[in-house]
């Protein structure tokens, strides 16, 4: 790139005669105009489960194997993969006892799955799913294998946040260990007054994920994305039944501001957060499908998006929530865009305050902030969100024809992360090179004009990563391949 | 001002024709000069705009355009992949002549070059003729140094160390054959007395970025124009003490390109990255009137 290094050398403010200070020009990599490699991490596919009220929604009867099962199974018969091909499958659950260790081995073989593809859990709380996702990427990465499986389960209705586990007494001398034990929302609360959050900005936000979650459901916008699942369900008279289950049931469309407005707050006597202004407890799975470029275009699969690299960071336990305020700027700055170039923003809502949050804080416009709704509407599977919200995106990303999407989860206790998505299918080509102070060299198509940068960003509380994902490029002339 | 929208091209370079007034032309590539394939449009303005008469296509990117002056169909190209293209604009298929290795200077009756110049150490980014002595011309180089050539020499007549940074033009005063101006990486412009060559007779900054290329007025002696990646066109009379007259930002990409028009006083045709080529008469000349001399 010879040209590019003698513009370069121009822009270079060594020599510069004059008293003038000017921003520091620097070239970066632009991660939009990595072009196709065979070794790209893709997603070919990805479905979820509706997502169902705890203890009294559509699957407050049903295992978390059977949730499971369903989509792991519907995933690879929607592109005619056979589950022999798969080098792995991971799934991210937070609540059964050992992760779901074993109950999803019961999952993979009630899908039918043969016994010699492996299957294993992670648990990184909320942002399971989204590790999941991680964790099949790195091993597509390292060779491992070609094809995975990762996927996100929950059932609340069965099992409860509760059991911290065996912990050491020196914990209550450890200001930052004790902080791990603090109840979700208090730290909802603790970020409303550390951050003046107030109880009407967080009704209104609530209010804004169910209208927008009602609006899409009512379009029909989650059914490319649901498999409907048949299962048992229990009436209040203790008949069973069998029902199928196509529709999440978690969406308040007649919710208004004054109905809101009159919840006592749930977890502290004057606090802000109510049952109105969080995420709901649910039921759900999603599995989403990834390949390494090479062997999805052998056997003919679709690719929906390309994933191109992670990044982890940690905020304060007791401020769990404002991950993602951290996590989108780090993968923005690693990918050289910024706010503005994202058209859409998935962030999960685990709490409207810690969600109202890291939008103000990142000056993100509200229109462009979980457009079909968020986990207050939708509901909150724990380990299944991550991936629920990858699937929501690629099909947002889908139907709108354009071209990038981010997805963020971001963690509550420890780690804070992003996922970046691109599902462009159009071909444009640019330089790979972004000048921070000059306009962006934005490509042109070959037919004239420029191709839109879009992009989603979405966040899910305890997640621990970015992956961010590239448009399927034509051959470029230069390939920098960023390590995950 | 007019524009001419040319999408997904480039411009680097933009001249108007020293015969037709209203004909001008644009050397500009794709993606940015970076990649691609490159375009040389012929344009003519009018008082309702400007439009394409014709086009042609080069498969590497085109980063200069000047046009004959015995002949005004006929213009030359240099391109990205080493080449100079002779083009004539009464012929739509294709260049007249290609000639490849751009470090020597061609007489187009010939294929070969007639001499080379060697001198520089660096990359040569600019040469211009002297209006006033045929065999004479200068060049301005990465290697720092303004120098000025005698054909019928080989070597270098005079060698001036005028920038401690590349310098990307240069350009002869058209009343003065002693006089040039320097634009460099350093943002600044340095006018040059080829007589005392220990220092600048001025030095013009304003700019905040490189400048990329520079002209003369052709009816002003002490008037020339600048542009730079700082994505402005400056104008400057040197012979005052606050020599800046006019900054014109009426781009939003790095500006290549800049030339003078020889018969309509005081227009200016510029082309920039942003995919515009513009024409206008900047408003610090509008009122001038041409040089006695």
């Known amino acids: ?101 074993l109950m999803v081995r019961v999952a993979q073989f009630l899908s039918g799955f043969p016994d010699s593809v492996p299957i294993y859990t992670v648990n990184r709380m909320c942002s399971s799913g989204l590790q999941a996702l991680f964790n099949v990427a790195g091993g597509i990465r390292n060779g491992s294998y070609d094809l995975g499986l990762a996927c996100g389960v929950e059932s609340m209705s069965l099992r409860s946040v509760g059991n911290p586990g065996d912990v050491s007494s020196r914990l209550m001398d450890n ?4 902080d791990c034990l603090i109840p979700m929302g208090i730290t909802s609360e603790n970020v409303a007054e550390r951050f003046g959050i107030s109880r009407e900005k967080q009704d209104a936000f609530a209010l804004s994920s169910q209208q927008k979650a009602s609006k899409a459901q009512e379009r029909g916008v989650f059914q490319q994305e649901i498999t409907p699942l048949t299962t ?51 039921d759900g799975a ?39 305020a951290y996590a989108i700027p780090a993968a923005l700055r690693k990918s050289g865009l910024s706010v503005a170039d994202v058209d859409v923003f998935e962030i999960n809502e ?4 810690q969600a109202a949050y890291c939008v103000e804080k990142l000056g993100i416009p509200m229109e462009k902030v979980n457009p079909n709704g968020g986990a207050i509407a939708l509901g909150h599977p724990l380990g299944c969100t991550g991936a629920r919200q990858v699937v929501t995106l690629l099909n947002e990303l889908k139907r709108r024809g354009k071209s990038r999407g981010r997805y963020c989860p971001f963690a509550a206790w420890k780690t804070s992360g992003l996922i970046m998505i691109d599902a462009n299918l159009l071909t444009w080509h640019h330089p790979p090179v972004y000048f921070h102070c000059c306009t962006p060299l934005a490509g042109s198509d070959g037919t004239g004009g420029c191709a839109p940068l879009s992009r989603c960003l979405s966040a899910v509380e305890w997640a621990g990563f970015l992956l961010r994902v590239n448009p399927e490029w034509p051959a470029g002339t230069t390939n920098s391949e960023r390590p995950l | 001002m007019k524009t001419f929208r040319c999408p997904s091209r480039h411009g680097y370079a ?48 085109l980063f200069d355009v000047t046009w004959s002056e015995n002949n005004e169909h006929v213009l030359v190209t240099g391109a990205g992949d080493g080449s100079v293209q002779v083009w004539d604009t009464a012929n739509p298929r294709g260049p007249l002549q290609v000639l490849k290795e751009h470090t020597q200077e061609w007489d187009l009756e010939r294929p070969q070059s007639l001499c080379t110049f060697r001198g520089h150490e660096g990359v040569v980014y600019s040469t211009v003729w002297s209006p006033h002595v045929t065999s004479c011309f200068a060049s301005a180089s990465g290697d720092g140094t303004l120098r000025v050539w005698d054909v ?80 402005t066109v400056r104008i400057w009379d040197f012979s005052r003490p606050e020599p800046l007259l006019e900054t014109l930002e009426h781009h939003t990409e790095f500006v290549c390109g800049l030339d003078f028009n020889l018969h309509i006083p005081n227009q200016v045709v510029d082309c920039a990255w942003d995919e515009t080529v513009k024409v206008y008469i900047p408003a610090s000349l509008a009122d001038l009137q041409p040089c006695a001399d």
């Open chain 1, 1 to 101: 790139m010879h040209r590019l290094r003698v513009v370069s050398g121009h822009l270079s403010p060594q020599n510069r005669l004059g008293p003038y200070s000017h921003a520091q020009i620097a070239r970066s990599e632009c991660s939009a105009s990595l072009p196709v490699a065979a070794d790209d991490i893709v997603v070919v596919h990805g479905l979820r489960t509706a997502i169902g009220k705890a203890k009294r929604g559509s699957f407050k009867d049903t295992t978390p194997d059977e949730l499971l099962s369903a989509v792991m199974s519907a995933v690879l018969r929607d592109v005619g993969l056979s589950p022999d091909k798969l080098g792995d499958v991971c799934v991210g659950n937070v609540l059964q006892p050992g992760a779901g260790a």
């Open chain 1, 175 to 178: 200001a930052k260990a004790r």
């Open chain 1, 232 to 282: 048992r369900f229990v009436d209040e008279d203790g008949k069973e039944r069998t029902i199928v289950v196509s529709k999440d049931d978690g969406i308040r469309p007649g919710t208004t501001v004054e109905g809101l407005a009159k919840l006592k707050p749930a977890f502290k006597p004057d606090g802000s957060t109510t049952a109105g202004n969080s995420s709901q407890v649910s």
């Open chain 1, 286 to 324: 999603a599995a989403v499908l990834l390949g390494r470029r090479s062997m999805v275009e052998a056997l003919n699969l679709p690719v929906m998006g390309v994933l191109r690299a992670c990044a982890v960071v940690g905020v304060p336990p007791d401020l769990m929530g404002i991950g993602p």
């Open chain 1, 350 to 353: 685990a709490f409207a305050s």
């Open chain 2, 14 to 61: 933009a001249e108007i024709s020293p015969f037709l007034p209203s004909r001008l032309a644009c050397a500009a590539s794709q993606h940015y000069g970076i990649a691609g394939c490159g375009t040389l449009l012929v344009l003519d303005q009018d008082e309702g705009g400007i439009k394409l008469i014709r086009s042609f296509d080069w498969n590497d990117g």
């Open chain 2, 152 to 231: 019928k020499m080989g070597v270098s007549r005079l060698v001036i160390p005028a920038h401690n940074a590349e310098i990307l033009s240069c350009d002869w005063c058209k009343y003065d054959q002693n006089v040039l101006v320097t634009g460099a990486v350093d943002c600044g412009l340095r006018v040059w007395d080829l007589r005392s060559t220990r220092q600048p007779v001025a030095e013009l900054l304003g700019h905040s970025y490189a400048i990329r290329r520079l002209k003369f007025s052709p009816f002003h002696r002490t008037l020339l124009a600048s542009c730079s990646y700082d994505f």
